[in-house]
């Protein structure tokens, strides 16, 4: 069982709002990503971090941002949340050694929807 | 460009049967290729992988195929039952530091009794 957490799981929110996703981990990894998921479609890699004070961005563009303070804390912010930003958002983390470095750990996602 | 191409999109299997999932790759630099498996209002779970040292690995009723040549990899499981019905999405990566995954779109299996 993966310890990575993510709050809230649902949000409803308005347009122009600013929202903030919690992911944090407690398996004491040194990579960490975001992922946007439409329901049972495949998923975009949005933001991944290789380390506290480190941050890029991934293959599909996102209007959102992230910061990497500390290792186990992975938000993700919005400043003005729009409708097209309705989707689910996947924090993951991996790390350890050897062949387990590889292995990607998810959390249950948050489902936004931007009214 | 999708650099990992997933088929089916939707599979239905009787159970006891197998249940067959393809997917190919492009990029000759991936050297690792896991398998996840997603339930609804879950995030998806590692459920087997494989690296291209090795043409086949089996875990109980899940085995990946791998053919190197054709840039192709394979999930069957075997006496599939209705605790199977999922999204499975295969992915591959690199190591070297990167550690990136690029997902398929995924395959929504049902296994009806």
């Known amino acids: 069982e993966a310890d990575i957490y993510q709050t809230p799981r649902y949000l409803v929110i308005g347009t122009g709002k600013k929202i903030t996703l919690e992911c944090s981990q407690t398996?004491?990894?040194?990579?960490m990503y975001w992922y946007q998921q439409d329901p049972g479609m495949e998923l975009h890699l949005i933001h991944y971090s290789y380390g506290v004070n480190s941050t890029e961005k991934g293959d599909l563009s996102s209007e959102s941002t992230v910061s990497r303070i500390r290792t186990e804390h992975f938000p993700l912010t919005l400043e003005s949340a729009r409708p097209s930003h309705t989707s689910q958002y996947l924090c993951?983390?991996?790390?350890?050694?050897?062949?387990?470095?590889?292995?990607?750990?998810f959390g249950a996602g948050t489902r936004l929807s931007v009214l | 460009q999708q650099q990992v191409k997933q088929s089916p999109q939707s599979l239905i299997v009787q159970k006891g049967g197998i249940s067959i999932i393809n997917c190919a790759y492009e990029?000759?630099?991936?050297?690792?290729f896991p398998w996840y498996q997603q339930f609804p209002g879950k995030g998806p779970a590692l459920l087997i992988a494989i690296r291209p040292d090795v043409s086949e690995k089996k875990e109980g009723r899940f085995t990946i195929s791998f053919n190197k040549s054709a840039k192709q990899f394979s999930l069957h499981i075997m006496d599939s039952q209705p605790g199977d019905s999922a999204t499975y999405f295969c992915?591959?990566?690199?190591?070297?530091?990167?550690?990136?995954?690029?997902f398929g779109k995924g395959t929504k299996l049902s296994v009806i009794p």
């Open positions: 990029n000759t630099a991936f050297d690792y």
């Open positions: 993951a983390s991996s790390g350890g050694t050897n062949r387990a470095k590889n292995i990607q750990y």
């Open positions: 992915a591959a990566g690199s190591g070297a530091g990167s550690y990136q995954l690029t």
């Open positions: 398996m004491g990894h040194d990579k």
